[in-house]
């Protein structure tokens, strides 16, 4: 599993901690087809991704 950087300088691991740490709201779940990964509603963006299963995704979110 590979992160990816972002324009802000974060690995996309990163940004996901931060956005959980500061706050869970607007975070969600979405299937790609392929994998589970946690977009940010408000930025309209992927925060991140690859998450087998929606139960490792939730937890991202809410740990």
């Known amino acids: 599993m590979e992160w990816g950087q972002d324009g802000y300088g974060f690995s996309a691991l990163d940004r996901c901690v931060q ?5 869970s709201f607007g975070l969600v779940c979405n299937w790609s087809g392929s994998y589970y990964a946690v977009y940010d509603s408000y930025s309209n963006r992927t925060i991140s991704e690859g998450f087998r ?4 995704c939730s937890h991202s979110i809410h740990p």
């Open 19 to 23: 956005s959980v740490q500061s706050s």
């Open 53 to 56: 299963t929606l139960e490792d």
